[in-house]
């Protein structure tokens, strides 16, 4: 590869900076007199002249050369010729001090340094037609490779709609393409999708609300706000209803390019067609997804759980918590049950968040005040519940004083919702159940699939049912009369309706069948264990 082949910085337009370094402008010693801080400027073109008035020639991005022939003798026309090259925006001015100046002039520098453009000085001969060649070679070829990283993300977001990818999918592509944070809110800057890229939730969405509110809205992409976002409006059916916002790099690296418009605008075009195919609002989505984390502790960090619920309006310091689970039976399905008990909870003054965790199952996540009691607001959704289904079942977990530890009280209500069968009477003061209502029976109920159950209950009966099967009998009945009256032979003689003397006789048959002694209290509990596993999983 010949030296002066021009290497493209990916993604950007060569910058001051980068033309100086190539090998074709490094051969004649660049010493950058003024405007060091400004080499960043990015340089559109290269322009040779020797012309007393170059300005008229420029559009703005152009790398100046010049010999200094044409420099004016005087300071007020050096002043002049500084003055139109900066007010026409040219990036820099190159002169070579071989033929007329072997030292820039003092009125060139002052004047160059006080209009902040970057002046350069060569100290050797450099051909000026090879380094436009150059440069220009690899303004050509950035520009080509702009076009087809274009043409690159178009085809992406297309092939995302056409398969009808989700809000999240969409958000997530936006992320990767431009390596930037990006957030979809909607219109009350609640953060409902969180990208992160080079950064955590946590740093994307702490203090959310009020960062987004710092920043105008526009009806167009735009930079701004006080942390200099990337933004871009997305409409449904002609109005706004949320944006999208860009963040700017971690390390506060360069500023956003003609592509990151480009994947902010494909991204808002998708966002809008995503939400004409799916018709789950936005907002029951993003609850839905944070509770998920929270219930299965899918969350990157306990501090990025908090930010992503503060961004969704859920309050996060000096609040209690506690989960609550709603399985609303068969036949209620949509996102009306979410939006009742949403409601329900607004008009109460509670913040919450409210979504489906599972199919037929809605998890509830209130944030209540240090001194408020939770019971009356478990009290009060299960009556909405109630009422949107008479079958319906609400299960509550503990409380907790941190929303990293509400995890706990999910798997707690989840325990109670698996070890409540069908048809469970309700408490007399209260329509939930909660973790001590799981007696011996729902607890059996709840490993009823579990293999060790089936087999410790076929262990310790089975001799005895198959006798029944056989002979017809029923001592089954009068085992189970036997265990329930505690080892009270003459109780459990008169709920079965026989004599003592039939009552010994059959419990002597008993011990006999299963091998075990019934005055041992160790074996009558095991029995009774066993007895109640055959009921749960007879009923079930």
């Given at each position: 590869?010949?030296?002066?082949?021009?290497?493209?910085?990916a993604?950007?337009?060569?910058?001051?900076?980068?033309?100086?370094?190539?090998p074709?402008?490094?051969?004649?010693?660049?010493?950058?007199?003024?405007?060091?801080?400004?080499?960043?400027?990015?340089?559109?073109?290269?322009?040779?002249?020797?012309?007393?008035?170059?300005?008229?020639?420029?559009?703005?991005?152009?790398l100046?050369?010049?010999?200094?022939?044409?420099?004016?003798?005087?300071?007020?026309?050096?002043?002049?010729?500084?003055?139109?090259?900066?007010?026409?925006?040219?990036?820099?001015?190159?002169?070579?001090?071989?033929?007329?100046?072997?030292?820039?002039?003092?009125?060139?520098?002052?004047?160059?340094?006080?209009?902040?453009?970057?002046?350069?000085?060569?100290?050797?001969?450099?051909?000026?037609?090879?380094?436009?060649?150059?440069?220009?070679?690899?303004?050509?070829?950035?520009?080509?490779?702009?076009m087809?990283r274009?043409?690159?993300?178009?085809?992406?977001f297309?092939?995302?709609?056409?398969?009808?990818?989700?809000?999240?999918?969409?958000?997530?592509?936006?992320?990767?393409?431009?390596?930037?944070?990006?957030?979809?809110?909607?219109?009350?800057?609640?953060?409902?999708?969180?990208?992160?890229?080079?950064?955590?939730?946590?740093?994307?969405?702490?203090?959310?609300?009020?960062?987004?509110?710092?920043?105008?809205?526009?009806?167009?992409?735009?930079?701004?706000?006080?942390?200099?976002?990337?933004?871009?409006?997305?409409?449904?059916?002609?109005?706004?209803?949320?944006?999208?916002?860009?963040?700017?790099?971690?390390?506060?690296?360069p500023?956003?390019?003609?592509?990151?418009v480009?994947?902010?605008?494909?991204?808002?075009?998708?966002?809008?067609v995503?939400?004409?195919?799916?018709?789950?609002?936005?907002?029951?989505?993003?609850?839905?997804?944070?509770?998920?984390?929270?219930?299965?502790?899918?969350?990157?960090?306990?501090?990025?759980?908090?930010?992503?619920?503060?961004?969704?309006?859920?309050?996060?310091?000096?609040?209690?918590?506690?989960?609550?689970?709603?399985?609303?039976?068969?036949?209620?399905?949509?996102?009306?049950?979410?939006?009742?008990?949403?409601?329900?909870?607004?008009?109460?003054?509670i913040?919450?968040?409210?979504?489906?965790?599972?199919?037929?199952?809605?998890?509830?996540?209130?944030?209540?005040?240090a001194?408020?009691?939770?019971?009356?607001?478990?009290?009060?959704?299960?009556?909405?519940?109630?009422?949107?289904?008479?079958?319906?079942?609400?299960?509550?977990?503990?409380?907790?004083?941190?929303?990293?530890?509400?995890?706990?009280?999910?798997?707690?209500?989840?325990?109670?919702?698996?070890?409540?069968?069908?048809?469970?009477?309700?408490?007399?003061?209260?329509s939930?159940?909660?973790?001590?209502?799981?007696?011996?029976?729902?607890?059996?109920?709840?490993?009823?699939?579990?293999?060790?159950?089936?087999?410790?209950?076929?262990?310790?009966?089975?001799?005895?049912?198959?006798?029944?099967?056989?002979?017809?009998?029923?001592?089954?009945?009068?085992l189970?009369?036997?265990?329930?009256?505690?080892?009270?032979?003459t109780?459990?003689?008169?709920?079965?309706?026989?004599?003592?003397?039939?009552?010994?006789?059959?419990?002597?048959?008993?011990?006999?069948?299963?091998?075990?002694?019934?005055e041992?209290?160790e074996?009558?509990?095991?029995?009774?264990?066993?007895?109640?596993?055959?009921?749960?999983?007879?009923?079930?």
């Amino acid at each position: 590869m010949n030296e002066n082949d021009p290497q493209a910085p990916a993604g950007r337009a060569p910058t001051v900076a980068d033309v100086l370094a190539l090998p074709v402008l490094a051969a004649g010693q660049p010493q950058v007199v003024t405007g060091l801080p400004n080499l960043d400027r990015p340089v559109r073109w290269v322009h040779i002249t020797e012309l007393t008035d170059p300005a008229s020639f420029l559009k703005g991005g152009e790398l100046v050369l010049t010999t200094g022939m044409p420099l004016p003798e005087d300071a007020a026309g050096v002043r002049r010729y500084v003055d139109e090259l900066t007010e026409v925006g040219a990036a820099a001015l190159v002169i070579e001090l071989v033929r007329r100046y072997h030292r820039p002039p003092d009125a060139l520098v002052q004047a160059c340094r006080a209009r902040g453009l970057p002046l350069v000085t060569l100290a050797r001969d450099v051909n000026f037609l090879e380094v436009t060649q150059v440069v220009h070679a690899l303004i050509l070829g950035n520009q080509a490779e702009a076009m087809r990283r274009t043409q690159r993300i178009h085809e992406a977001f297309t092939a995302l709609t056409l398969r009808g990818a989700g809000p999240e999918d969409v958000v997530r592509a936006a992320a990767e393409m431009s390596g930037r944070t990006v957030v979809l809110e909607n219109l009350a800057h609640q953060a409902l999708i969180c990208e992160p890229s080079g950064s955590t939730v946590q740093d994307a969405l702490t203090g959310w609300e009020q960062r987004s509110r710092a920043t105008e809205p526009g009806d167009h992409t735009e930079v701004g706000g006080p942390e200099g976002w990337l933004t871009a409006p997305v409409s449904y059916q002609g109005e706004r209803w949320g944006r999208l916002a860009m963040l700017r790099a971690p390390d506060d690296g360069p500023a956003f390019g003609p592509e990151h418009v480009t994947v902010l605008e494909r991204t808002a075009m998708a966002l809008t067609v995503a939400r004409l195919i799916h018709a789950t609002p936005w907002e029951h989505t993003a609850h839905r997804n944070a509770l998920r984390e929270l219930a299965e502790q899918r969350h990157h960090s306990p501090a990025d759980a908090r930010a992503r619920c503060a961004a969704l309006g859920l309050p996060t310091e000096d609040s209690r918590y506690v989960a609550l689970l709603v399985d609303l039976g068969p036949g209620v399905s949509g996102t009306e049950p979410e939006s009742r008990l949403h409601r329900e909870l607004r008009s109460a003054g509670i913040p919450a968040l409210v979504g489906e965790i599972s199919p037929g199952r809605l998890g509830v996540l209130p944030a209540l005040r240090a001194a408020q009691p939770w019971r009356p607001v478990a009290e009060r959704l299960s009556r909405t519940a109630l009422g949107l289904s008479p079958e319906a079942l609400v299960s509550v977990g503990s409380e907790v004083a941190d929303l990293a530890d509400i995890t706990r009280s999910f798997r707690e209500a989840a325990r109670v919702i698996e070890a409540t069968p069908p048809g469970q009477p309700l408490p007399p003061d209260r329509s939930f159940h909660e973790l001590p209502d799981i007696d011996l029976r729902r607890l059996l109920y709840a490993l009823r699939e579990d293999t060790r159950i089936q087999d410790y209950t076929e262990r310790r009966l089975g001799r005895l049912i198959d006798h029944d099967t056989r002979h017809g009998t029923d001592l089954m009945t009068t085992l189970g009369h036997y265990l329930d009256a505690a080892g009270n032979k003459t109780t459990a003689a008169r709920r079965g309706g026989l004599s003592r003397e039939t009552m010994y006789q059959r419990l002597r048959t008993i011990e006999r069948l299963l091998d075990t002694d019934l005055e041992s209290g160790e074996r009558r509990t095991e029995l009774h264990v066993a007895l109640t596993a055959l009921r749960v999983l007879r009923d079930g």
